[in-house]
């Protein structure tokens, strides 16, 4: 949960090291956070499995005369402007 929270740059979160878990200080504020950014958070958590980069062994990339290098250009083109529109929700 705490990485998520990081992930999503939770502002109620400032350091790792301040969080006492349990504490209602700390849980109550997160909570309202979390349930109020809530239709941005799923939208962000949906396109998150798009945005991230795709690992090809590099013996695929050497047998494919280039068309693999090709496709994956257009896919960081497509991943680019898929983030640029995410952040302007």
């Not at 998520?4 to 504490?23: E, M, N, R, T, Y």
């Not at 991230?52 to 693999?68: A, F, K, W």
Request: glycine fraction near 2%; charged fraction near 20%; include cysteine.
């Amino acid at each position: 949960m705490l990485q998520f929270l990081l992930v999503h740059k939770c502002p109620c979160i400032s350091a790792v090291d301040d969080i006492i878990v349990g504490q209602k200080a700390v849980i109550y504020p997160i909570l309202h956070w979390v349930l109020s950014e809530y239709e941005q958070l799923e939208k962000r958590a949906y396109l998150s499995q798009y945005l991230m980069p795709i690992e090809v062994p590099s013996e695929y990339l050497i047998q494919t005369n280039g068309n693999l290098d090709e496709l994956l250009d257009a896919y960081k083109e497509l991943q680019a402007e898929v983030s640029w529109h995410s952040s302007c929700f």
